[in-house]
């Protein structure tokens, strides 16, 4: 069964400093893997996405993941942190090749960004 | 920007009512979604449609019903709201391949007093 497991519930970083969203998952094959983000009282938008082409992937909003399958991680970074970037960050696994979407969630870290 | 639209973003309703939360989507995707997320918590997917006609229950079990209709609708149903369905709802879409990106609405706060 595909499961994902975000390490940290809350990070706190200071404007400007680099951000660090650890993600990891499992999976019994190659998983589509999946960043999205929650402002408050809004609904979720997709960060990026890897689906077995590049291993490093590019966001929006300067964000990037690494997919890592020998440290089963997907770890979300960005080099500077702006106070826009506090939300809710979700990592997401997508099941099994073929069917429906079924995306497993992973319980949320949420980022505090202080002046 | 995804095309996906819920209505209402938000409802307080009195208990035992009956009530409909809107999904629509204009992006013609075969596949829709509604997630259930308390506050805090993360999110569970409680229904899924393949298509018109095709509806399945998810992982969460859920008191509500849904229709698909229409491609670019599924609404989802409480016959008798309960304090125990207060949550946020989310609606979701994606086309059929597998790995495609799921679109989400801006999501439906549901209290039920």
């Known amino acids: 069964a595909q499961s994902v497991t975000q390490l940290d519930s809350h990070v706190s970083v200071s404007e400007g400093t680099p951000v660090l969203l650890r993600c990891n998952y499992s999976?019994?094959?190659?998983?589509?893997l999946f960043w999205y983000v929650q402002h408050p009282n809004k609904g979720l938008q997709l960060l990026l996405k890897y689906t077995s082409a590049a291993t490093l992937v590019k966001g929006i909003n300067g964000f990037e993941a690494e997919f890592k399958k020998s440290e089963t991680s997907f770890h979300l970074t960005k080099p500077s942190a702006h106070m826009s970037d506090a939300a809710e960050y979700f990592c997401?696994?997508?099941?099994?090749?073929?069917?429906?979407?079924?995306?497993?969630f992973g319980a949320g870290t949420r980022l505090a960004v202080h002046p | 920007e995804a095309d996906i639209y819920q209505t209402p973003r938000y409802l307080v309703i009195g208990t035992g009512k009956k009530i409909t939360l809107e999904c629509s989507q204009t992006?013609?995707?075969?596949?829709m979604y509604w997630y259930q997320q308390d506050p805090g918590m993360e999110l569970h997917l409680i229904h899924y449609?393949?298509?018109?006609?095709?509806?399945e229950k998810g992982d969460l079990s859920s008191e509500s019903t849904v229709s698909r209709i229409r491609t670019e609708h599924f609404p989802l149903t409480l016959e008798s709201a309960r304090p125990s369905h207060t949550s946020q709802y989310l609606c979701a879409s994606s086309e059929m391949n597998s790995g495609n990106t799921i679109y989400f609405g801006e999501g439906s706060w549901l209290t039920v007093v």
């Open positions: 997401v696994v997508s099941d099994r090749p073929g069917g429906y979407n079924k995306l497993i």
């Open positions: 449609s393949y298509g018109v006609n095709s509806t």
């Open positions: 992006m013609g995707h075969d596949k």
């Open positions: 999976s019994s094959y190659s998983p589509s």
